[in-house]
């Protein structure tokens, strides 16, 4: 067995980055399903509730079960397949499991105030740890000669089970060949393995298929290619900070807040606002003399509320708060978009300018 200083014997796969997001994004699902089932249902209980002598089983001792299953199937079968089942069972699992966390931390059980909180920072953390993924498989491209070669070895045994398309090839040959042309004995010999790995077959196209493709590009490219939406975002993202900040303050000279416990979660929710709100309008001031510069600001602002904010907000709102992250989320999204429409128009021109220069 390869071992390198670099990962010690474990080796990130090639699809690790996206089975994490995956994993996320399945138990956000999960635990938001189960809230509004719970809350739409009258949060049932079998056989009638535990006190009257009835059978209640926890849902938590699903999410464990679940858990366990994903676990099972990624340790049992190998390849790409079985990891993204994993990845699927585990997510559920998981997000069963989180949702009764206020059991475990408090006596006020399922409905301890903090508990959507405590939730809502456990994905952000799993969130960041899929970043940070993504960010090492970039770095891997430029890791040792040894652990380059033991991650395409790792898609050819997955091309070997059921075919490799053009994109994950193409991806493991450039690994191997990151440093120039592949000398040492391995490479070669994983070179011809990867090119003679036959190609995965082309899914069965659905009819609505390519309409959803055209629907989805033509949506970015509105999205992406409308200055106006940056003012939008810059407005959205200051009006979120003021409505927080002048609702607090309201109910606090009126007494509103007066039977209230959760000064903490107040304070922070506050003191983030506050901070978003100097940053969306600093983004906004910039919008007219530096379009890169105000976009920064303006992600930073809303990465002030997402990362942090929202923590107390759902604390203070429970999942009352939802319609406000989908909103920051949605404003992301849409400055995300235009960073990168930004970026490719840089390239491009850049490229057209480098051309001009070498035809003359």
């Not at 679940?66 to 190998?78: C, I, Q, Y």
């Not at 490219?221 to 900070?241: E, F, K, N, P, Y």
Request: proline share 3%.
């Amino acid at each position: 067995m390869f071992r390198t200083p670099l990962t010690n014997g474990f080796l990130r796969t090639a699809s690790a980055a996206a089975h994490l997001r995956l994993f996320v994004l399945v138990g956000v699902v999960t635990v938001l399903v189960t809230r509004a089932f719970l809350a739409l249902t009258g949060y049932p209980k079998l056989g009638g509730g535990a006190g009257n002598g009835g059978l209640h089983i926890s849902h938590m001792l699903w999410g464990g079960l679940l858990m366990l299953a994903g676990l099972l199937v990624m340790l049992v079968f190998t390849g790409a397949a079985s990891r993204r089942r994993g990845a699927v069972a585990g997510g559920v699992g998981f997000g069963l499991f989180i949702d009764e966390v206020g059991k475990l931390v408090a006596t006020d059980g399922y409905f301890y105030r903090p508990a959507p909180g405590i939730i809502y920072l456990t994905f952000v953390a799993l969130t960041g740890l899929a970043w940070w993924v993504t960010r090492m498989g970039r770095a891997d491209r430029a890791a040792s000669g040894t652990t380059r070669a033991a991650s395409a070895a790792d898609t050819a045994l997955q091309g070997i089970l059921c075919g490799l398309s053009a994109q994950d090839r193409s991806e493991a040959l450039d690994r191997l060949r990151a440093g120039g042309a592949p000398t040492a004995e391995l490479d070669k010999a994983l070179v011809a393995l990867l090119e003679a790995v036959p190609e995965c077959p082309a899914p069965r196209p659905h009819p609505y298929d390519a309409a959803l493709r055209r629907a989805y590009a033509w949506l970015v490219t509105q999205v992406s290619g409308t200055r106006g939406l940056i003012h939008l975002v810059a407005w959205g993202t200051t009006l979120q900070a003021v409505v927080l900040l002048v609702g607090v303050a309201s109910e606090g000279l009126t007494g509103g807040l007066a039977g209230e416990n959760q000064w903490a979660a107040i304070a922070g929710a506050f003191a983030c606002s506050l901070a978003s709100l100097v940053l969306s309008v600093r983004g906004t001031a910039l919008l007219r003399r530096d379009t890169n510069a105000a976009l920064r600001t303006l992600r930073a602002a809303l990465l002030v509320d997402l990362l942090l904010g929202q923590v107390f907000k759902f604390t203070i709102n429970q999942f009352s708060g939802v319609a406000g992250w989908l909103i920051s989320l949605a404003l992301l999204s849409v400055l995300s978009l235009q960073v990168t429409h930004r970026q490719a128009v840089r390239t491009k021109a850049s490229g057209s300018l480098a051309a001009t220069r070498q035809t003359v």
